[in-house]
DNA sequence: GTCTATAGCAGGATAGAC
DNA sequence: GTCTATCCTGCTATAGAC
């Protein structure tokens, strides 16, 4: 593979991944993808195959490097800080999801192209469980386990991961509801009191209710 | 508007909400649509003028009510509690969208329409936030003020309820992901253990683990 | 109101020159 | 490895018979 080959084929994911992200993998056309990078409409089936063959490309090339890199801020955050408790755990992940190490762009695209493949799975859905989330699910799981109240088993310590995964994935993917409601943008105040929601929602929930039902 | 043209009409919306639904507006044809309604191509032209109208109208006339007839559901279930709390309000919320009115499959396809619109807002997004998630979420933040402590302004009531939200939306749309994670099924004992968690999580958050930072 | 037939165009993929 | 030219299929939309 020459130099000149691979600048060829990084254009190419990059737009590729770029286009589905936003529109979708049947919305996009390879005679787009081509002409955003700036080559020609053979290029794609002669450097992944076909359009599918692309579309897993981007995930393995872009999608998962980029996942991993959140992660690896995340575990490195938590690393530097002296007392490790639930509370840290929460800020950690909020930050290393909504500030983190990635671009906004980066972060948009992140998102929109898990949760399109959380709503109608291709192969890259496999791709990223397996590699990705359940390894970092089992990674937080065990984190958090020591500060778990006794009784509770995996299935409650799973919920609750997932419980604070979902406003970490909502906060991402809804901007445009989240902005609606509030009426704010997603600059960095707003990204720091989101984060600040998080912790405190994953440590108090609403607070300040009465804590028995009718 | 003759018996026998609403009947087709009617058909034509339901396969299409299906079909969008479960596929996207871009990979879903005319002629798939036509054919699962047992009607002709000319069809969709004739009762709603092009594909994106049919889109459309499969928001207006079919998502909007239900999203409707969830809300009704909360609302009596609210109402027909003795004593109002933060918990009743969290119970009353993930029973609506979790179990409530609707099939399965009509939960199913609400949430995929939903999240394609926010991944990827058109037309319908307009539709969706203005009649239906506004006033819900309007009417939501008026039933919890009375329970939220003193000193939280309005921006904390809606990432409150935003919060919330999530976690409905999430155990609803990422079910792929959850069962995955959890090993279990989407079955009634799983959703009345997620109700179950809603709640819990939304009074006291991970509960038990330290409530000071590092 | 429902159909068939077709116009008119865009899509993915490939063959073969360079 | 990159290009042009082209095949073939499938799409939306409409015209016009019934």
Redesign the pocket.
């Known amino acids: 593979?020459?130099k000149?080959?691979q600048?060829?084929?990084e254009r190419i994911l990059n737009e590729a991944e770029a286009l589905f992200a936003t529109n979708g993998y049947?919305a996009?056309?390879?005679?787009?993808?081509?002409t955003a990078a700036?080559?020609?409409?053979?290029?794609?089936?002669?450097?992944f195959?076909?359009?599918?063959?692309?579309y897993l490309e981007v995930f393995r090339a872009r999608w998962v490097p980029r996942a991993r890199r959140v992660q690896e801020y995340f575990r490195e955050s938590l690393a530097s800080r002296d007392i490790l408790s639930t509370s840290a755990v929460a800020q950690a992940l909020a930050e290393a999801f909504l500030k983190g190490p990635l671009s906004d762009d980066e972060r948009q695209r992140q998102s929109q192209l898990m949760t399109r493949e959380l709503i109608q799975p291709t192969e890259a859905f496999e791709l990223l469980t397996e590699e990705v989330l359940r390894p970092f699910f089992k990674e937080l799981a065990d984190t958090l386990r020591p500060f778990m109240p006794e009784g509770l088993g995996n299935e409650g310590l799973a919920l609750n991961i997932l419980s604070m995964f979902s406003m970490v994935i909502y906060f991402n993917f809804a901007r445009v509801v989240v902005s609606r409601i509030t009426g704010r943008d997603y600059d960095a105040a707003f990204k720091d009191r989101l984060v600040e929601q998080i912790v405190e929602f994953s440590l108090n929930g609403l607070g300040g209710g009465e804590r028995e039902g009718a």
């Open positions: 593979m020459s000149k080959d600048i060829t084929r049947d996009v056309s390879v005679r787009e993808i081509t700036r080559c020609n409409l053979a290029a794609v089936n002669y450097h195959g076909n359009k599918q063959k692309l």
